[in-house]
């Protein structure tokens, strides 16, 4: 076993598997999860269990907090019976979760005061990097705390990139996530521009994706799309998630993203009509209702 003890609170869709890379990379492993079913894998294969933040804090030299949005962050990590109520001086807080850079300095400064050293390192991959342990890490943070802490995180990845002081480590996820929602509205409209046009949305696909249109979306999203898979990888209301904190961000410093505002309403739009279950790349759906006409469908 490795020396430093490590709680990880937050088994879901990525959550879990991460847990279970630091598990089998050797780390004394304490979990937290408010079902406290999804953590039974985890304590069959020798992880301990804890019953609140607090508790597991209390065990652990680093924790790993990885769970929805800014909120939960903040009462997982400082609300009643939380990380904070356990929290000891030397102790590293590292959360994977993508939320506000704003709330990440607040607890940042918050937890200084308790001694603890906290790094912001949301990660990209999807849930099939988390379960090959191949995850992109954005940290900000306390540099010196990074370095105590990247053996587990090359147990939960394999590129990970320092990009300054407390809160840009969700800077860089933004930036992340901007990129991505471009990718994926830009793919919709392509398809249905194509197919509208008189044109086989296939072969345009196969036309484009070696040349200067070439990215990871039309890599990997378009065969799903045409063979009617809208099931996610990374669901709608997720990307809708991000990309509101995206907003609040750019209001917090008056800055001006008119494509990214668009991309916001569409993927908010994908949860007011039902569909933040789907795919990111299924936002398709919204290009679909605006021009009346559905990919495969003449």
Request: overall charge negative; hydrophobic content about 45%.
């Amino acid at each position: 076993m490795n020396g430093m003890r490590v709680g990880c609170i937050g088994l879901g869709t990525m959550g879990a598997p991460m847990a279970e890379n630091l598990l089998k990379a050797g780390f004394d492993l304490t979990v937290y999860n408010r079902t406290l079913s999804k953590a039974e894998r985890l304590v069959s294969q020798g992880a301990f269990l804890a019953h609140s933040p607090a508790e597991l804090a209390g065990k652990s030299d680093v924790v790993f907090v990885n769970v929805s949005d800014s909120a939960d962050v903040i009462r997982v990590v400082l609300g009643e019976g939380g990380v904070i109520e356990g929290a000891h001086s030397g102790m590293i807080l590292v959360d994977n979760s993508t939320i506000k850079p704003a709330a990440s300095r607040m607890i940042y400064e918050t937890m200084r005061e308790k001694g603890v050293s906290c790094l912001d390192a949301p990660v990209s991959g999807g849930e099939i990097g988390a379960i090959n342990g191949t995850l992109t890490i954005m940290v900000g943070g306390d540099e010196d705390a990074l370095e105590r802490v990247r053996p587990m995180l090359e147990a939960i990845g394999s590129k990970i990139t320092y990009i300054g002081g407390p809160g840009c480590g969700q800077i860089a996820k933004a930036a992340n996530q901007i990129m991505v929602a471009a990718q994926m509205v830009a793919e919709a409209e392509l398809l249905i521009f194509a197919q509208k046009a008189g044109a086989d949305s296939q072969r345009v696909i196969e036309a484009i994706k070696s040349g200067a249109a070439q990215c990871w979306t039309l890599d990997n999203k378009p065969q799903r799309l045409f063979a009617g898979n809208r099931a996610p990888g990374f669901k709608s209301s997720l990307q809708a998630k991000d990309l509101n904190i995206v907003m609040d961000t750019v209001k917090e410093f008056g800055m001006s993203l008119p494509g990214t505002a668009i991309n916001t309403q569409l993927f908010n739009g994908m949860v007011a009509n039902g569909k933040g279950d789907q795919d990111n790349s299924a936002v398709i759906h919204m290009i679909e209702l605006l021009n009346n006409e559905y990919l495969g469908e003449s």
